[in-house]
């Protein structure tokens, strides 16, 4: 079982920065994948950013790249998501997510965690 506790939203505005972080539990969270949805009112929840367990190349989506970087600190089972040159299309509730095995690009997660509210005002 893996529980995941995000931070770090707020209100800011466009062109400002935002650094997120997700606190994961469990001594094995260090194997899991680990990244970052979005859910903006109205609209579905949309993969962002993704990091393997084993630290290696990124997968994002192209409305971030660029300005958007995932990182990990597995000494501190943490996650952090830091986001630059915001825009308003980049409101949303951030989830942080966490699987075990696959790509979390490609399939649901097997944790989520509780959300944090990001709103960039123009």
């Known amino acids: 079982q893996v529980q995941l506790v995000e931070s770090g939203g707020g209100l800011v505005q466009a062109g400002a920065s935002l650094r997120l972080s997700c606190v994961g539990s469990g001594r094995t969270f260090s194997l899991y994948n680990v990244g970052w949805f979005r859910q903006a009112p109205g609209k579905e929840r949309e993969f962002v950013v993704a990091?393997?367990?084993?630290?290696?190349?990124?997968y994002y989506a192209d409305s971030v790249k660029g300005r958007f970087t995932i990182s990990r600190d597995n000494a501190k089972n943490t996650v952090y998501l830091q986001m630059n040159s915001l825009k308003p299309e980049d409101t949303a509730v951030y989830y942080c997510?966490?699987?075990?095995?696959?790509?979390?690009?490609?399939?649901?997660?097997?944790?989520w965690g509780q959300g944090t509210q990001v709103t960039v005002s123009s």
């Open positions: 997510a966490a699987k075990y095995e696959g790509s979390l690009a490609l399939s649901k997660p097997d944790y």
């Open positions: 990091v393997p367990w084993s630290g290696g190349n990124p």
